[in-house]
């Protein structure tokens, strides 16, 4: 198991930009694509970017393409998400996540079994 700890969420205004950090402790952390997912007040938690196991590999929400990068440490075992140009849309709760070991790099929410406990992100206007 993994266990995942946020931080670099707040308030911004519209243009701005924040980096979100996510640490990983417990199983070896290389062997876990991961992925950062939002969830804004009544909607569905969606994937915004995913990253595999060595860096390889990233996806990107088309909401966010050009305006987030995700990027990875296996040596200090930490993935982050830089997020640039932000629009008020962009307010949510963002969680880090990570997939079930052993399965190429997806996006679908049911193929993450670990996340964190979120940290909010407000873009005002």
């Known amino acids: 198991q993994v266990q995942l700890v946020e931080s670099g969420g707040g308030s911004v205004q519209v243009g701005g930009s924040l980096r979100l950090s996510c640490a990983a402790s417990?199983?070896?952390?290389?062997?876990?694509?991961m992925g950062w997912f939002r969830q804004a007040p009544g909607k569905e938690r969606d994937v915004v970017a995913a990253?595999?196991?060595?860096?390889?590999?990233?996806y990107y929400a088309n909401s966010v393409k050009g305006r987030f990068t995700i990027s990875r440490d296996n040596a200090k075992n930490t993935v982050s998400l830089v997020m640039n140009n932000l629009k008020p849309e962009d307010t949510a709760v963002y969680y880090c996540?990570?997939?079930?070991?052993?399965?190429?790099?997806?996006?679908?929410?049911?193929?993450?079994?670990?996340w964190g406990q979120g940290t909010q992100v407000t873009v005002s206007s």
């Open positions: 996540e990570a997939q079930l070991p052993g399965r190429a790099l997806t996006t679908r929410p049911e193929d993450y079994g670990y």
């Open positions: 990253i595999s196991w060595n860096g390889g590999v990233t």
């Open positions: 417990g199983d070896r952390f290389s062997d876990y694509p």
